[in-house]
């Protein structure tokens, strides 16, 4: 996995956030907007590419594995552990969209990180037929550790677009006019090696990788931004409610205008006040020092 890594001001070793992108996107689509501003409050940031995406090495390319890319999460925390100028106790993941979904489980599945931040979260479409309980998460943390994750692709004819104008001739992965506009907009710039194509395979575990599964489990505290009237089928909100309410740790719910895209447009108001309260919920709960007046330039 390759990435970037934003140094703060502040005297190491520092509290840090670990990010990458939801589906298919990459880290300069708006995310590295983000750790800007974390990194202007003092956080350090490790924001990067999903294995097969971007940056990132990985065969075959374009290829989306949930399990893999929570493994992605805790290879991240081995690497920041190597480094002296982290503070090992003080780490938090952050996830949007796809890998918000993958972050929370992660908060539960590896007991490293002490914090949580999710935006739009895809917990899924339905709620899920399985109980959230011990033996369900067992299962689950059984997989992550070093269970099996291969799997077949969900379609035989190839990768799919991700996004399409055109839902009867050229079906694509995301549906929504909003994924369509805001995939060709910033995947379209210069440099950031989007393509507009993805391999989706749910491996045939015994669980499944979901975050409803492990949520009474997640140990730090937790931001959950959920976008109002967001159009994603899979951030059905009945299901990210049910999702927040399993939790046990301590937990902030957060509304955000702009549906499921609107907080990942920059410069927009809704980007400020998404980045500031999710930088005001990471200082605080990372216990970082920092200069308020950060929170809003």
């Not at 880290?27 to 003092?42: H, K, N, P, Q, W």
């Not at 959230?132 to 067992?138: A, G, K, T």
Request: aromatic share 10%; proline share 7%; hydrophobic share 40%.
């Amino acid at each position: 996995m390759r990435g970037r890594f934003y140094r703060p001001a502040q005297v190491a070793p520092w509290p840090t956030v670990v990010m990458t992108h939801g589906t298919t996107a990459t880290i300069t689509m708006c995310l590295d907007r983000y750790a800007e501003v974390f990194c202007r409050a003092g956080l350090a940031v490790l924001l990067y590419d999903h294995r097969n995406f971007g940056l990132s090495s990985g065969e075959p390319r374009q290829l989306i594995n949930p399990w893999l890319q929570a493994r992605g999460y805790r290879d991240a925390m081995n690497y920041l552990l190597t480094r002296a100028d982290v503070h090992s106790e003080r780490i938090a993941a952050w996830g949007d969209s796809y890998s918000g979904m993958i972050a929370l489980a992660v908060g539960a599945l590896d007991p490293r990180y002490a914090a949580v931040a999710a935006q739009c979260p895809a917990c899924g479409m339905e709620m899920p037929k399985l109980a959230p309980d011990e033996w369900h998460f067992q299962t689950m943390q059984t997989i992550f550790d070093d269970g099996d994750i291969t799997g077949t692709p969900e379609t035989t004819t190839g990768p799919l677009p991700v996004v399409s104008a055109d839902q009867i001739g050229a079906p694509s992965l995301l549906k929504p006019i909003q994924a369509y506009r805001w995939f060709i907009d910033y995947g379209g710039r210069h440099g950031t090696l989007w393509e507009n194509r993805a391999i989706r395979v749910i491996p045939p575990t015994v669980v499944p990788f979901s975050a409803y599964l492990a949520a009474q489990f997640i140990r730090g505290p937790t931001l959950l931004m959920a976008g109002r009237n967001d159009e994603m089928t899979h951030c059905n909100p009945d299901v990210t409610r049910a999702v927040f309410g399993l939790m046990r740790c301590r937990k902030q719910w957060a509304d955000i205008d702009g549906g499921h895209f609107g907080l990942l447009y920059h410069p927009s108001e809704i980007f400020e006040e998404a980045s500031a309260r999710q930088c005001a919920f990471l200082t605080e709960a990372l216990g970082a020092q920092i200069d308020q007046r950060s929170l809003i330039t």
